[in-house]
């Protein structure tokens, strides 16, 4: 098995498996946290997650794949209680105990392995994705991911260090998923952006600033109120949380972001970044990696929609849904000088 290989066989990436039952779910939300109401599944890259709703409120209700290992599960509850208990301001997603205390409940799954049931708050509301921001609110939602960061720089746990392949620093080992892809001008994309981070990313991996991250602070997973000051209302999925360089949490937003603007592909990605380095600088000497990183990212999700695909068809159109427009915006971003774009990153200005 090659490191890219087991890099997506440790992420979960490589194989299929059979959908939760849901009345078992309900049987268990029932038992262990006395909830009661109408599961409606929610779409998702890989576990299975559903919408609990009661009289009493909404909760989510998610279901660890089998081959994701329960540390894997632990580090994600435990980032959240860690938020919780240190930074309470934050709009991040909360923990509900089971009757006797827990954190969870474990349950045998029919094609082997362990699968882990946790019940979060649910957040209402429309996420970033779904909406069109104004360069003041996408810099409100910058300052909310650096003060995650910030309140993260504390934080350790035994599974921190997991092997993740959304995580950018192992980008440069998956240049064979751009030999699969079908199109010509797919690929010479790939090649060029693979070409970028290896001359200026990897040289720097080692010393990069580093500390947990969320890892996946996308518009999909930031929950937006255009009538109220503050903007964002809740951070949601820590599924990615991983130990990483620090500039890879605002690298993810800014690769969603590219392409929002076609004819500016840039300008939401600087007010994003405006806003996050107001309240948590990047370093001189990383800044101009930062693009790159994005860039990267940006990449990488047009991959995988496509590996993902021709392996686990019943995640196709959850996989491009996210992804539909990728190729395009990685090509509008290559068309301006990433110089321009370090000049500007901190300005909130398009170059």
Not at 123 to 138: R, Y
Not at 205 to 222: A, C, K
Not at 247 to 259: E, K
Request: net charge negative.
């Amino acid at each position: 098995m090659s490191s890219a290989e087991r890099l997506l066989a440790e992420s979960g990436l490589a194989s299929p498996h059979e959908p939760v039952d849901v009345a078992l779910v309900s049987a268990l939300v029932a038992r262990h946290y006395s909830l009661h109401g109408e599961l409606e599944r929610v779409a998702t890259e890989k576990d299975d997650t559903f919408r609990l709703r009661t009289g009493a409120g909404n909760y989510l209700v998610k279901v660890s794949p089998p081959d994701e290992p329960e540390t894997t599960v632990a580090l994600q509850t435990a980032v959240l209680r860690f938020l919780e208990d240190t930074a309470a301001e934050l709009p991040i997603q909360r923990v509900k105990l089971t009757v006797d205390g827990a954190d969870h409940v474990l349950l045998a799954a029919r094609d082997s392995g362990t699968r882990v049931l946790r019940v979060l708050g649910y957040v209402d509301g429309e996420v970033l994705a779904q909406t069109t921001a104004e360069p003041a609110q996408l810099a409100r939602a910058g300052e909310v991911l650096a003060r995650v960061d910030v309140a993260l720089a504390a934080f350790t746990h035994p599974a921190d260090r997991r092997g993740l392949v959304w995580d950018i620093r192992h980008f440069h080992r998956l240049t064979g998923l751009a030999e699969q892809v079908p199109d010509p001008g797919h690929h010479r994309l790939a090649r060029a952006v693979f070409a970028l981070f290896e001359a200026a990313v990897v040289p720097a991996l080692d010393h990069l600033e580093t500390q947990v991250i969320h890892g996946d602070f996308s518009p999909h997973n930031i929950v937006v109120d255009r009538r109220r000051d503050e903007f964002v209302t809740g951070v949601i999925d820590f599924g990615d949380t991983v130990r990483s360089a620090v500039i890879f949490d605002p690298a993810v937003t800014l690769a969603n972001l590219l392409g929002r603007t076609p004819g500016s592909p840039w300008r939401e990605a600087c007010a994003f970044a405006a806003g996050y380095t107001g309240v948590r600088p990047i370093k001189e000497a990383e800044l101009p990696l930062l693009p790159v990183a994005a860039l990267a990212r940006l990449t990488l999700r047009a991959l995988l929609a496509g590996w993902r695909a021709r392996r686990v068809p019943d995640r196709r159109d959850y996989l491009f849904e996210h992804a539909k427009d990728d190729w395009l915006n990685v090509e509008r971003a290559l068309a301006v000088p990433l110089d321009d774009v370090v000049t500007h990153l901190t300005k909130g200005k398009q170059p």
